[in-house]
């Protein structure tokens, strides 16, 4: 099994800046792509940003482009995801994700973290 710990959540001010770190470890093969999902109060989860195995290839949602850089270090096994200008509508627990597989011979797996809060807050 594959464990995602999140960190670098907290209170933040209007165009504040925050970092988020996304360790992954346990029986880990190859690690595919890895992603920023989040979810605000009432609302579904969606996809922030994600980015490929090996980096070169990043998505943002719109509302987020300009502001929020992905990026991932391989030989840690961890996804970051800084993000600067940060609005109120901003505020959600964020949710790393991975793509994983634990054996060369496994199929890939959906894995999740259990989240951090986010709270952007003057």
């Known amino acids: 099994q594959v464990q995602l710990v999140e960190s670098g959540g907290g209170l933040v001010q209007p165009g504040g800046t925050r970092r988020l770190s996304c360790a992954a470890s346990?029986?880990?093969?190859?690690?595919?792509?890895m992603a920023w999902y989040r979810q605000a109060p009432g609302k579904e989860r969606e996809l922030v940003a994600d980015?490929?195995?090996?980096?070169?290839?990043?998505y943002y949602k719109n509302a987020v482009a300009g502001r929020f850089t992905i990026s991932r270090d391989n030989a840690k096994n961890t996804v970051y995801l800084r993000m600067n200008n940060l609005k109120p509508e901003d505020t959600a627990v964020y949710y790393c994700?991975?793509?994983?597989?634990?054996?060369?011979?496994?199929?890939?797996?959906?894995?999740w973290g259990q989240g951090t809060q986010v709270t952007v807050s003057s």
């Open positions: 980015v490929s195995w090996d980096g070169r290839n990043t």
């Open positions: 346990g029986s880990i093969f190859s690690i595919q792509t």
């Open positions: 994700y991975a793509a994983a597989k634990v054996t060369a011979l496994s199929s890939i797996g959906n894995y």
